[in-house]
T-cell receptor, first 110, second 113 residues
């Protein structure tokens, strides 16, 4: 079982819709959770992090964490073509290291 | 202007050669990391360092070596022992205490000819 799992996609949504990206993790002791966006050929850039159960909102982005079910999600409201990218979920399982999922490719069509 | 720099952006290597990838940060971060990314895959940890003159192996350290002589610098050497070195290499850093957030440099794309 992979430590951090994501659906590789692509997830296709029309412009203006809500994109929902999901991530599950295996280590119940995980403390912190991150979403990175990576454009093709570029390095990952941080979108959000979340530490506590519940929702965390930042502009058009909402991260949701459910530790009991071991999943974390990212919602993107009012999706734009510029949101088209690969979204990486990362989990801190301790020891100052992050474990990354393989990413979900999002395509937002005009 | 704070950030993480990696050089070169593109690197071509002949089989059997060692090459060194540079990573420098002026964020005053204590911890630094090297990852490798292959097409369609996530990031895999090669080495990391939490403090000067100390570093630990990650999940795929074989064929790689690092040094951490200065807080700002964490170079990665890809040795001839690394059998499949063609990949996108990413350096990251973070503060040792507090937030776990890692920030990435722009990456080096290594191709073995």
């Amino acid at each position: 079982q992979k430590e951090v799992e994501q659906n590789s996609g692509p997830l296709s949504v029309p412009e203006g819709a809500i994109a929902s990206l999901n991530c599950t993790y295996s280590d119940r002791g995980s403390q912190s959770f991150f979403w990175y966006r990576q454009y093709s050929g570029k390095s990952p850039e941080l979108i959000m992090f979340i530490y506590s159960n519940g929702d965390k909102e930042d502009g058009r982005f909402t991260a949701q964490l459910n530790k009991a079910s071991q999943y974390v999600s990212l919602l993107i409201r009012d999706s734009k073509p510029s949101d088209s990218a690969t979204y990486l979920c990362a989990v801190n399982t301790g020891f100052q290291k992050l474990v990354f999922g393989t990413g979900t490719r999002l395509l937002v069509s005009p | 202007d704070g950030g993480i720099t990696q050089s070169p952006k593109y690197l071509f290597r002949k089989e059997g050669q060692n090459v060194t990838l540079s990573c420098e940060q002026n964020l005053n971060h204590d911890a630094m990391y090297w990852y490798r990314q292959d097409p369609g895959q996530g990031l895999r940890l090669i080495y990391y360092s939490q403090i000067v003159n100390d570093f630990q192996k990650g999940d795929i350290a074989e064929g790689y070596s690092v040094s951490r002589e200065k807080k700002e610098s964490f170079p990665l050497t890809v040795t001839s022992a690394q059998k499949n070195p063609t990949a996108f290499y990413l350096c990251a850093s973070k503060r040792r205490e507090g937030t776990d957030t890692q920030y990435f440099g722009p990456g080096t794309r290594l191709t073995v000819l």
